[in-house]
T-cell receptor, first 117, second 111 residues
Framework: AQSVAQPEDQVNVAEGNPLTVKCTYSVSGNPYLFWYVQYPNRGLQFLLKYITGDNLVKGSYGFEAEFNKSQTSFHLKKPSALVSDSALYFCAVRDMGSGEYGNKLVFGAGTILRVKS | DTGVSQNPRHKITKRGQNVTFRCDPISEHNRLYWYRQTLGQGPEFLTYFQNEAQLEKSRLLSDRFSAERPKGSFSTLEIQRTEQGDSAMYLC?????????FGPGTRLTVL
């Protein structure tokens, strides 16, 4: 079964510093990986995805993620953090068991990002 | 705003009552998903529609839960005889290929 792990419950970073939110995955076959962000009392917003191609994926709001097949990781990064980046971040993988057309997602438990000014 | 809307945003009910939630997806999206999110956890898949056909249901979806998507447009999720363990955020998402766009969710509290 497909799964993702987010090893850190919370990440603290100072505004202007680079940030990394970690994600590792376990899949059979080629992974389809996603990052979403959730602000309080709101739904999830799509940040970026990796399907195939370049290992460095660029997404919304200046975020990027690096796919590393040998380490089975897909860490989210941003060169310079903003206070407004403070939110809950979820890594997800497509569950290939849902068939060619399913696309259901399996989410990690989430990582709270706190950016302090 | 992703373009996916859900109503109501909040629902408080007493144990044993039935509740129904509605999701209006982005109009050109043929796929619609329901997820449940409890505090401190990531969303968990409940069920999936392609157009009006319900193609997959999670084991989490007990027989008290039913979902429909008449005419492949909006969808409803009904929970019968609610239990306190049903308290959660219920999220709807729609999509066409690999991306899913989530609505704001309906927060259910069962007293």
């Amino acid at each position: 079964a497909q799964s993702v792990a987010q090893p850190e419950d919370q990440v603290n970073v100072a505004e202007g510093n680079p940030l990394t939110v970690k994600c590792t995955y376990s899949v059979s076959g080629n992974p389809y990986l996603f990052w979403y962000v959730q602000y309080p009392n709101r739904g999830l917003q799509f940040l970026l995805k990796y399907i195939t191609g370049d290992n460095l994926v660029k997404g919304s709001y200046g975020f990027e993620a690096e796919f590393n097949k040998s380490q089975t990781s897909f860490h989210l990064k941003k060169p310079s953090a903003l206070v407004s980046d403070s939110a809950l971040y979820f890594c997800a993988v497509r569950d290939m068991g849902s068939g060619e057309y399913g696309n259901k997602l399996v989410f990690g438990a989430g990582t709270i990002l706190r950016v302090k000014s | 705003d992703t373009g996916v809307s859900q109503n109501p945003r909040h629902k408080i009910t007493k144990r044993g009552q039935n509740v129904t939630f509605r999701c209006d997806p982005i109009s050109e999206h043929n796929r619609l998903y329901w997820y449940r999110q409890t505090l401190g956890q990531g969303p968990e898949f409940l069920t999936y529609f392609q157009n009006e056909a319900q193609l997959e249901k999670s084991r989490l979806l007990s027989d008290r839960f039913s979902a429909e998507r008449p005419k492949g447009s909006f969808s409803t999720l009904e929970i019968q005889r609610t239990e306190q363990g049903d308290s959660a955020m219920y999220l709807c998402a729609s999509g066409r290929s690999n991306e899913q766009f989530f609505g704001p969710g309906t927060r259910l509290t069962v007293l």
